[in-house]
């Protein structure tokens, strides 16, 4: 998400921790983490995940 409101989707292509070692998740709150999308973010960029929609049986 933009300040301006654009929305631009992305897909994570690496998620590495501070050692340089490869992750496949954030596993643990406050770690730190580089990921990289493929495209360069701008400052106050906000990254948030699609939740799957799955489905509700009544």
Partial sequence: MK???QNIEVTVKRIV????????SC???????YI???IQLDKY?????????????S
């Fill in 17 to 24: 921790d501070e050692n340089g070692k490869d992750m496949e």
């Fill in 27 to 33: 596993p643990h709150p406050k770690q730190n983490l």
């Fill in 3 to 5: 300040p301006d409101g």
């Fill in 36 to 38: 990289d999308l493929g």
């Fill in 45 to 57: 960029d906000i990254l948030r995940r699609q939740e799957e929609e799955t489905e509700v049986n």
